[in-house]
């Protein structure tokens, strides 16, 4: 005997000064993936190219037969299918969603796990049900302090079996600012099966492990949530033993669309000498993001770029542009967001043993070719 | 002076016995994407889930003005709309799509390219215009030999600044075994923007490279063609010199959902001991899949799935299962293909310098776990 779960779930680790993604990291590299970064063009990404992370495998759920389940603490317990849920009135958001190990894999030590670069990110309209709706109809009842989102999603991670779970504070759960959205429908159509169908938790800025997908049950509890995604993963540790601080809302970050043309390996883009018009998009879910600034120089020196939009959309991403006078040469471009809260984004690498939060600007090598180069 | 397209292009390499996955793969990685293979449940692929490779970036383009041209060695030319394309009798396919590197990042040396492990396949149901009825109407003129198909992606390779461009012999493009579309629609919608919005080609049997996307002008020549995609990429060699063979028709490939539930970072599948429904779907772009054999230690003994479908859609995978009845231990799930011209797949990797048709057996590590073990 001794077949268990330990042989094939070991801890979590860093990569070793000259190591390699490994061939794990790349599964999950094939499976997960980012949004091609001239998809920021979009103001609601299309379909398919949104960012998208399932920890274990994407269950295979049927709308008409969905039933979600709200207990614990609760005058009355409720069951809901879609069609119960569709009854109420239907709230829609648009919400800039970012996965809370963005940027991951660029850290020195790199943790090891799904790869980032910089592209977990998307933008959809979300619509469903105010959460506090349905809590209000069940009734929470005193004591209650957090409220727990178990997906149908099952699998092992650091030798734990599990349903994918993770809670919310009672007070952000009931709270308006952000609306907590329970969500039935992504960009007008039914949630594709990668991103919850039928149903699955919107967060409004919070990163993208609050947002339960394929939800199935919530329950009311008068204790803090101690569940694996919570209170083991999640964190913001510097150590291994460390309690660590949890990972709540999305830090502010701008993304610029890499001007110009890739080459296809090494991915360096390509311009010719003149005005280069370039443009992002920026968010935060702190506040909103009140600045944006572009650096052509690897960030030795910054302008302020233009910011637009702007029109009341709190929880989506805010466009902005630049242009640039290109010379012939080798550059590094890179953008920067501020909000109105001050939050902005560092220009070292935040570093934390789970690679979470790492909102380090952006840097995008760029050649601009000689004048009378080409075609 | 100096700034050239080949500082930031090299030369196609190998990587050494000991290099992990760098950046730039990662980088490919992180925006080409597979199909998740829990998605091989689905008859026809759902929308995002189908794998996705894109050499340079995915252009902007609008449906409302596209313009696709037909000329070269015809008796008139064409400029067509895709009103135009729609006034055509539509014809709509079911077909299995595969990248011609899948299985590249397995190999041993690895070609440094788009890391695929063995998931860049999908099915869709693509709508367009037979291309034969196209070049019908444009009359194409003796001494034709090749029909060039050029996308609207733009970008550099291995020093070579281009728009993506591949041909077809003038026969497969007259033929009607396979019906080459020249698609506006998949799965009922008009093309998403990662799959060639708004017409691309689609050559049933065919691997990924010939299915030009973002289609905008079809040239008849009567030399062959000598583009890059023809002529230095998508060859078979083993040298570095050689000019070896293009990459055509797909190989056969048998892959199976893997059972049971996933460890987070190692992806190793976990079961419970007792029977364990396997199941899966084959393809060849050769002919119709004949045979699937289903291993479970590590492909020393095989036995014969059971074939489901063969409802005379020829181009799409076909369902297959079998069951196994799992026992406490470490076992290596594989599943192998046959078709009707007595094309297999190899236990041993068919390695070549560019890591195409490498239809080596997939391995599914699988731990059954103890029958104390877990809840």
Redo the contacts between chains.
Sequence with gaps: ?????D????PARLAGPE????????????????M????L?YDVT?????Y?L?????P?TASSSWQLTLGGRVRRSLLLAIADLKAYPAVTQRVTLECAGNGR??LTPRP??Q???V?AVGTAEWTGVPLRMLLAEAGVEPGAVDVVFTGAD?????GV?QDYQRALPLDVAMGGEPEVLVAYGMNGAPL????GHPVRLVVPGWYGMAHVKWLCDITVSDTPFTGFQQAVAYRLRQGAGDEGEPVTRIAPRALLI?PG????????R?VRPGTVALEGRAWSGHAPVTGVEVSWDAGRSWSAAHLDGGSGLRWAWRPWHLDWTAT???HVLSARATDAEGHTQPLEQPWNRGGFVNNLVQRV?V????PD???
């Design positions: 005997m001794g077949h268990r779960l042989d094939v779930s070991g190591e390699g993604v490994s061939q794990e990291e790349l599964a999950l590299a094939a499976r997960n993936h980012g091609p970064l001239e998809a063009r299309p379909p398919g190219l949104h998208v399932t920890h274990y495998d994407i295979y894999a660029l090891v796990s790869p980032w670069l592209e099952h699998g092992v991670e650091r079996e594709p099966p990668q991103h890499p043309f890739p080459d296809f390996m090494s991915r360096t390509v012939p040469g080798h090598p050649l601009c070719l000689d180069d080409g075609t």
